[in-house]
């Protein structure tokens, strides 16, 4: 009888600097190679920003230059959750309150990705239409292409950004090449959101929760916080350079972990709720 598929390690020792949501899978059965898919929470080896030094004596953020209060607003530690909350269910009895996203342009921006309008909460829309064309799409030429379409420069190079990172570890661990093959489903939905901060009309920094559904043979199932600067920048939001902010925290969609971090419910007028 075929084993069940075991997560795949890491080869290293795990951090606490920044979450990753990455979907591998490789089970070896007595007389053949079983392919699935199990997820496994990574954390990168960068060290927690440190903020206390750029705070002058007395200042808040008002007191702060535009890019230590950008860097401040990043760097603010979120919520943390036991790694498990991303891939246990625990329904929350009451829902969360509501994010309300805006609708997207009419057309397609770059890449074909989906443009957003000028406020805080287009910003959140657009970083999840990244996240959602990027990750469904596990194909590493196109993850180049909205790299270079939707991030600034100064922003992170495509080898340290969190999704490409993700597409690329999918894509070892699942023993695929330069894109997920035609037997592989990656469906990949925003659940929560919420800013985090602003610096003006024109710097958002914006959080999504994302439902991530992968399967191959078998199915798993996740949540995965991801946090981003996100800049208004040619009649559109990209995002922005600066550090990486602080770690979302993951959790299930739905969960009373997700309402406990501050996860907000996604209220979009183009989405049908995610269950």
Not at 79 to 98: E, K
Not at 205 to 233: F, K, N, P
Not at 262 to 272: A, I, K, N, V
């Amino acid at each position: 009888m075929p084993r069940r598929p075991e997560p795949a390690t890491t080869g290293g020792p795990w951090t606490r600097s920044r979450l990753l949501a990455v979907l591998v899978a490789v089970s070896v059965g007595a007389a053949a190679a079983l392919l699935g898919v199990a997820i496994l929470i990574v954390q990168s080896a960068r060290p927690a920003a440190s903020v206390g030094d750029s705070t002058p004596p007395g200042g808040g953020l008002g007191a702060l230059s535009p890019a230590s209060a950008r860097d401040r607003i990043a760097a603010a530690p979120m919520p943390s959750l036991d790694p498990a909350a991303a891939t246990r269910p625990d329904p929350a009895l009451t829902p969360a309150p509501a994010i309300h996203l805006p609708y997207a342009v009419e057309g397609r921006g770059p890449a074909d990705v989906q443009v957003y309008g000028h406020t805080p909460e287009g910003a959140v829309a657009q970083l999840a239409a990244i996240d959602v064309a990027v990750l469904q799409a596990m194909d590493l030429g196109y993850t180049g292409q909205v790299h270079q379409a939707w991030v600034l420069p100064g922003g992170p190079a495509l080898g340290q950004w969190d999704d490409a990172i993700n597409v690329a570890a999918f894509l070892r661990g699942a023993h695929q090449t330069s894109a997920k093959d035609t037997d592989t489903t990656v469906t990949v939905a925003p659940v929560g959101g919420l800013v985090k901060g602003t610096d003006g009309p024109d710097w958002v920094l914006a959080c999504v929760l994302l439902d991530v559904h992968a399967t191959i043979q078998a199915e798993y199932r996740m949540g995965w916080g991801h946090c981003a600067r996100m800049q208004w920048s040619d009649n559109r939001w990209q995002i922005a350079p600066g550090s990486p902010p602080a770690e979302a925290p993951s959790a299930w969609p739905g969960s009373t972990a997700a309402i406990a971090a501050g996860w907000l419910r996604w209220d979009s007028p183009e989405q049908e709720p995610v269950r």
